[in-house]
C-alpha cells in the first residue's frame, strides 16, 4: 500500500463504518449473506494495511443495536459470522501481532458468542502490532448512557459530572478518540457510531461498496486526511 509522505501525518485511530455489503452483493447477483462474508474478509485486508502503514487503532462498526431490526434469517447468520470468527480467525490475528477488543452491550448475546469473544481477548490480549476493536451490538448512545450508568452506580455522591468522569467508564478507557471515521457506500452520516470518540474526527466518505474497498480506497483516504488541518474548535 502506498505510505503517507509522513507518519506523523497518520490518524493513530481510524474508525470504519462497513457499508455496503448487502448492496455490493445485489450488484454481483449473490445472495446477501455472501457480501457479509466477502465484507469481513476484506475487513481483515484493509485492518493489515493499516496496521502496517502505521495506523494504532481500527474500530470497524460491524453490527449495531438497530440491527437487530433486520430480518431473522440476517440477523442469525451474522451472529454465526460473529462466532466464527471469534472462534477460528484468532490464529490469523496472531500472526499478524493483532490485539483483538469488543466493544458493544453483551446483555443480547449469547452466552456461546460471549465465550468466544472473552476467550479470543485472552488470547490475543498481549499482541502489539495494533488493535482492532469490532463493535458489536454497539451503539453511540447507548455507550454514553451505560457509562453514565456505571459512573453514578460507583459514585452515587457526587453532584457533578465531566467528561473526564464519563470517560473513566466507556466500554473501553483506554482507546483514544477516533481522528479519522471512513464510511462507505455512499452514504454521509455517522449513524451513531462512537459518538463520544467522533466528536472532532475528521470524516470520509467514499461511494465504493465496503467489499470493493481497496487498499488503494485506504491510501486515499489517509492522503487527504493528512492534507487536513485539524483546529479542535481552535
Given at each position: 500500500m502506498p505510505k503517507t509522505t509522513n507518519k506523523s501525518e497518520l490518524p493513530k485511530h481510524i474508525g470504519i463504518i462497513l457499508d455496503g455489503n448487502r448492496r455490493w452483493?445485489?450488484?454481483?447477483?449473490?445472495?446477501?449473506?455472501?457480501g457479509h462474508k466477502k465484507g469481513y474478509e476484506n475487513l481483515k485486508t484493509i485492518v493489515k494495511a493499516a496496521m502496517d502503514d502505521?495506523?494504532?487503532?481500527?474500530?470497524?462498526?460491524?453490527?449495531?443495536?438497530?440491527?437487530?431490526?433486520?430480518?431473522?434469517?440476517?440477523?442469525?447468520?451474522?451472529?454465526?459470522?460473529?462466532?466464527w470468527v471469534a472462534k477460528n480467525e484468532i490464529e490469523e490475528f496472531n500472526k499478524y501481532n493483532i490485539r483483538v477488543r469488543f466493544l458493544g452491550e453483551e446483555s443480547q448475546l449469547s452466552a456461546k458468542v460471549l465465550k468466544a469473544i472473552r476467550n479470543a481477548e485472552e488470547k490475543t490480549?498481549?499482541?502489539?502490532?495494533?488493535?482492532?476493536?469490532l463493535c458489536v451490538n454497539y451503539g453511540g448512545k447507548q455507550e454514553i448512557a451505560s457509562a453514565v450508568t456505571r459512573l453514578i452506580d460507583d459514585k452515587p455522591d457526587n453532584k457533578?459530572?465531566?467528561?473526564?468522569?464519563?470517560?473513566?467508564?466507556?466500554?473501553?478507557p483506554s482507546v483514544p478518540a477516533i481522528d479519522l471515521i471512513i464510511r462507505s457506500s455512499g452514504e454521509q452520516r455517522?449513524?451513531?457510531?462512537?459518538?463520544?470518540?467522533?466528536?472532532?474526527s475528521e470524516l470520509y466518505f467514499t461511494d465504493v461498496h465496503w467489499p470493493a474497498f481497496t487498499t488503494k480506497d485506504l491510501s486515499a483516504a489517509l492522503n487527504e486526511y493528512a492534507a487536513r488541518q485539524r483546529r479542535f474548535g481552535v
Open positions: 452483493a445485489r450488484a454481483n447477483n449473490l445472495p446477501t449473506f455472501d502505521g495506523v494504532e487503532f481500527v474500530s470497524a462498526y460491524i453490527f449495531s443495536t438497530e440491527n437487530w431490526g433486520r430480518s431473522k434469517e440476517e440477523v442469525s447468520y451474522l451472529m454465526r459470522l460473529l462466532l490480549k498481549d499482541n502489539s502490532g495494533g488493535t482492532l476493536l457533578t459530572v465531566t467528561p473526564e468522569d464519563i470517560e473513566k467508564y466507556l466500554y473501553e455517522i449513524s451513531n457510531f462512537m459518538l463520544w470518540r467522533a466528536a472532532y
